[in-house]
């Protein structure tokens, strides 16, 4: 069964710390996405990559950066958490042939 | 960029009716997909349509691609307890980026037993 993992169902962290979110698929995806989630805002994408190192800028990438080293891994960076970061983050891949993206389970992120 | 309005926004319902909720586009989709999130989880993708005018089922759920491209409709026959969750449709364009899709806002469903 085709997956996408992520590192932790939930965290907590400081305001000012520097937050790593892990995200691994191992369906050989070229596509990888990151989306914050809140009440009443839907998904909002912050960062996509379409290939090992390329990365893009999504609707609100400010406050973020990705980094994609090898071809499963996507990672999401908080550089210096907020509190208007405490979110739900989800982590989705996509390839050539693949009906749409597969989600991971998501984390839940608060920063105090 | 594209928008997709999804409606309702939330609905309270008694277990056994029917539920039905739909996504309207500004632009044309080639695909419309529509995903379940459970609490706490990721979302599912529960149907995928390809073609104007399909109407595809999946158990008690069937979607439907508008004639005209830029609408998709969701219905739940007898809902249970466990539909209760978030409803995203998503639709995909062809040229550039087109591995992206567009979500919308999502219809967060409860069932009361």
């Known amino acids: 069964d085709v997956k996408v993992t992520q590192s932790s169902r939930y965290l907590v962290k400081r305001t000012g710390e520097k937050v790593f979110l892990e995200c691994v698929q191992d369906m050989d995806h070229e596509n990888m996405f990151w989306y914050r989630q809140d009440p009443g805002l839907g998904l909002r994408l912050i960062y996509f990559s379409y290939d090992v190192k390329m990365k893009e800028k999504g609707d609100i990438p400010e406050g973020y950066s990705v980094s994609r080293e090898k071809k499963e891994r996507f990672s999401l960076i908080l550089e210096s958490a907020s509190t208007n970061q405490t979110s739900m983050y989800l982590c989705a891949s996509s390839g050539p042939g693949a009906y749409g993206y597969t989600f991971g389970s998501g984390t839940r992120l608060t920063v105090v | 960029g594209q928008q997709l309005n999804q409606s309702p926004q939330s609905m309270f319902i008694q277990e056994g009716e029917d539920v039905s909720m739909n996504c309207t586009s500004s632009s044309i989709f080639n695909t419309w997909l529509w995903y379940k999130q459970d609490p706490g989880e990721g979302p599912v993708l529960l149907i995928a349509?390809?073609?104007?005018?399909e109407l595809t089922s999946n158990g008690r759920l069937t979607a439907q691609f508008g004639i005209t491209r830029k609408d998709s409709f969701l219905n739940i026959s007898a809902s249970i307890p466990s539909d209760v969750g978030i409803y995203f449709c998503a639709g995909r364009s062809s040229g550039a980026g087109s591995y992206q899709l567009t979500f919308g806002k999502g219809t967060k469903l409860s069932v009361i037993p």
């Open positions: 349509l390809y073609k104007a005018g």
